[in-house]
């Protein structure tokens, strides 16, 4: 069994979603002790994003590629084949600026490629056959009746931009992380506790058998 953990926030040790992501990979290789795990930081090594030099090569027959191109196209082949060789994916996915970091979609568009992602015929993703993790963290509230309902554009986002590759995340999400420390937010530091022990519980539970579960 193998394991494709990514992480992208930048707040380094401060960060939540890294917080959760290692918790993760941590009970995955409880339950899998034979288990590998392949890393990547998506901030440490940011991903180029397509641009016209490059991004063409998608476009492009692989035989006419430029120097560039034939770059590009191999970055993203091996982006491709690191998720096929998992049998189950995590991905930390902070809230910027209420969508997702760059880097993540920067990693959704090397990964969608006809022909190594998805079949450019019959448009059936290649990718869809393993366990797709992700793990939310976002600095406020955007649940059903807070002022902000339906301002967080990342999760929403994330299944239509995987949906040619056959990934279909599930989401597990702690909110109004921003609470411990940010003085105008203190009362909902209740509210972001309960939030994160109920995401950090789901964690858990993820590979535990289901007589072991609490």
């Keep these: 069994m193998h394991l494709l953990h990514i992480d992208s926030s930048i707040q380094g040790e401060f960060s939540v979603s890294r917080r959760l992501t290692a918790r993760a990979t941590a009970a995955w290789c409880a339950a899998h ?16 994003h397509l641009d016209s030099v490059a991004g063409l090569a998608r476009m492009t027959p692989p035989d006419q590629h430029t120097p560039a191109q034939r770059a590009s196209w191999e970055l993203s082949k091996r982006l491709i084949d690191e998720v096929k060789q998992a049998d189950a994916v995590l991905l930390g996915l902070p809230l910027y600026n209420f969508g997702a970091p760059s880097s993540v979609k920067a990693w959704v568009d090397h990964l969608t490629v006809a022909g190594l992602a998805y079949d450019p015929t019959t448009q059936q993703g290649l990718l869809g056959d393993r366990e797709f993790v992700v793990l939310a963290s976002r600095g406020g509230g955007y649940g059903e009746g807070t002022p902000r309902n339906g301002w967080d554009h990342a999760e929403p986002w994330l299944p239509h931009g995987l949906s040619l590759t056959g990934m279909q995340p599930r989401f597990i999400s702690a909110e109004l992380t921003l609470a411990p ?4 937010m203190a009362e909902l530091i209740p509210l972001h506790e309960a939030s994160l022990a109920a995401a950090e519980k ?3 539970n993820l590979w535990l058998p289901a007589s072991a579960q609490r």
């Excluded at 420390?181 to 105008?184: G, H, I, K």
Aim: charge should be negative; avoid cysteine; charged fraction near 30%.
């Design 33 to 48: 002790p034979d288990g590998t795990v392949t890393y990547r930081d998506l901030e440490a090594e940011p991903l180029p």
């Design 202 to 204: 789901e964690i858990d």
């Design 181 to 184: 420390a940010v003085p105008a």
